[in-house]
């Protein structure tokens, strides 16, 4: 009696596993904590850092890993649009040439690294994975042929030149650090100058030019005090904010005209 044939394919699987060398590989997860999810923002806030927490989770049974544990931690503000226009000397004076418009762009970056990202992964796989500042900047739907054309572009290179010299933008190749081999940490910026809003943080685990796990995790920036309450005031009662600034204005000018008025 022959015996059923999915017993046979169950019969083979087993027989494989049992072969020297072949064992049931699982894969890595990552476990991401927070130091804090909300920034708060007021009159004297010049800036500040959080800090992000991770664990590397193996199981026993896991195949080792010929090469180090990599993490690249990618920290995205809210998405806007940025004008980027291109300035030429004309006689005595400098005017505006040309100008570019990109939509969904991060106002804050932060690309961290435990290596350098050309030690870690191949420029295809950067593109692939988003890791870098220009393919974590680049609008969600774009693809790599895309990507490809935006390192090219000198307007792309323009807008990220600008925004890291604002501060916005900071990728640093050694931010993060294993504290044991398998527990990490990563100081995320936020500058003074961020926007309300809520922050995107990517957590990606690399090992031999593959990536092996991914976690996101959030965190938001708000304002609190007296300029929560402007704020506030002019995005929901806009007429109303709009009357009382008015009306602010001509009282300084009627004031103003009176300790400045000739007799």
């Not at 927070?34 to 800036?47: C, F, M, P």
């Not at 040439?97 to 990109?102: D, V, Y």
């Not at 030019?209 to 005090?225: D, H, I, N, P, Y």
Request: net charge positive.
């Amino acid at each position: 009696m022959r015996p059923p044939r999915g017993c046979i394919g169950i019969a083979c699987v087993a027989a494989l596993l049992t072969l020297p060398g072949v064992t049931p590989a699982t894969a890595e997860a990552l476990v991401v904590s927070i130091s804090t999810h909300r920034v708060q923002i007021n009159s004297t806030y010049t800036g500040s850092e959080l800090v992000i927490f991770g664990a590397i989770d193996s199981d026993r049974r896991s195949v080792t890993r010929a090469d180090p544990y990599a993490v690249v931690v990618t920290a995205r503000g809210p998405r806007g649009s940025v004008v980027v226009r291109e300035k030429v000397p004309i006689g005595p004076i400098w005017a505006n040439l040309s100008q570019r418009k990109f939509v969904e762009v991060p106002a804050t970056l932060a690309v961290l690294a435990s290596r350098p990202l050309d030690e870690i992964a191949t420029p295809q796989l950067q593109r692939r994975l988003r890791l870098g500042l220009l393919p974590a900047a680049a609008p969600p739907g774009i693809g790599a042929m895309g990507l490809e054309v935006m390192a090219e572009d000198s307007f792309t290179t323009a807008l990220i030149r600008l925004k890291r010299e604002a501060g916005l933008y900071v990728e640093d190749p050694r931010a993060v650090t294993f504290l044991t081999p398998t527990i990490f940490r990563a100081p995320v910026p936020v500058p003074g100058t961020a926007p309300v809003g809520t922050y995107e943080v990517e957590v990606s685990l690399l090992s031999g030019g593959v990536e092996l796990a991914r976690e996101t995790t959030s965190f938001e920036v708000r304002k609190v005090g007296f300029e929560q309450d402007i704020y506030s005031l002019a995005h929901r009662h806009s007429w109303l904010y709009g009357s009382l600034t008015a009306a602010m204005a001509l009282m300084f000018g009627w004031f103003a005209s009176l300790i400045f008025r000739r007799d």
